[in-house]
């Protein structure tokens, strides 16, 4: 979300996003640069109004300027875009780590995004994903940036990116980070608002084992938060397989058949972790409900 739009701003908090990431980069027109650091603070209290963490997208070309803009308390993350080296994520770790001194945040609070977005930054990806404990989370080597430094068309209809988004899901397996991406899917208009695409998407990724996405438009925050939540039914399935497996293990079984479906620990294991995120995608949904209700409340109080 463009960080100088202040209608956009004012009214972030309604959309029911888990995390806002407000921008300095692309979406900021380089004659407003100055004026999009300065409106940092009150974008963090608009959106923490829905209960949204709060991200802000820095510019590689000027960490110290951006962060000593960007690092306030209710800030979560600092995202870092077209990162190349490990040198820059441990230069923005020492930014952040004294602006969190100076401004009486918990040491070590504030993440890093280190955003992959050109052919160098996919080579070195292990390095910048091991290059500071504030990255807990790592993906990506797509979009528009990475289509532009690989010099092919971004909205093609196959997987251009193929290589550089298993390469960053690989080695955040490796290392025991969080995978960031998306499972691919055709799409040849580009349309940053297409609500159905984004809905299968995310349940797509969700099923390939990812637990986050983001976007463009408002249009595409309730299909992604529907996709990335498991249905009543799978959760009714989890909880019969778990209760199964349970059985098994009381009988001295490793193993046993339900429903034409062979269950052993693997199958209860990836039962339970989806038992575990869905209780987390409902409490998730239910802060963000009351800190919007009691937001609305307040603003009808003060009218």
């Not at 100088?4 to 908090?13: A, I, K, L, M, P």
């Not at 960490?63 to 306030?72: I, L, M, Q």
């Not at 025991?176 to 609500?195: C, F, H, I, P, W």
């Not at 609305?296 to 009218?303: F, I, K, P, R, T």
Request: charge should be negative; glycine fraction near 10%.
């Amino acid at each position: 979300m463009p960080i100088n739009n202040q209608r956009f701003v004012d009214r972030s908090w309604t959309r029911d996003c888990d995390f806002l990431n407000f921008d300095f980069e692309d979406s900021v027109p380089q004659s407003q640069k100055e004026f999009a650091r300065s409106q940092a603070q009150h974008a963090i209290v608009q959106g923490q109004k829905g209960a949204a963490e709060i991200n802000i997208r820095i510019n590689c070309s000027y960490p110290e300027a951006d962060a000593s803009a960007a690092v306030w308390p209710g800030v979560s993350q600092i995202n870092f875009p077209k990162a190349e080296t490990a040198e820059q994520i441990q230069h923005l770790d020492a930014l952040i780590t004294e602006l969190e001194r100076i401004r009486g945040i918990r040491p070590g609070t504030v993440r890093i995004g280190a955003m992959i977005e050109t052919t160098l930054g996919v080579a070195n990806s292990y390095e910048i994903a091991t290059a500071s404990p504030r990255v807990d989370a790592f993906g990506g080597g797509t979009g528009y940036d990475m289509s532009m430094d690989m010099g092919i068309e971004m909205f093609v209809g196959f997987d251009q990116f193929i290589y550089n988004r298993g390469e960053g899901e690989l080695i955040a397996l490796a290392l025991g980070l969080e995978r960031e991406g998306g499972v691919y899917m055709s799409d040849t208009t580009g349309n940053v608002g297409d609500a159905e695409l984004s809905i299968h998407r995310a349940t797509a990724s969700r099923k390939a084992g990812l637990r986050t996405g983001g976007g463009l438009h408002p249009n595409v925050v309730a299909p992604q938060n529907e996709g990335l939540t498991p249905t009543t039914e799978e959760l009714d399935d989890a909880h019969r397989i778990v209760a199964f497996f349970q059985e098994l293990d009381q009988r001295a079984e490793v193993e046993g058949e339900m429903d034409g479906r062979i269950v052993d620990k693997y199958e209860a294991a990836r039962a339970e972790e989806l038992i575990d995120w869905a209780g987390l995608c409902a409490n998730r949904d239910a802060e963000k409900a009351a800190a919007r209700e009691q937001t609305s409340a307040a603003e009808d109080g003060q009218s």
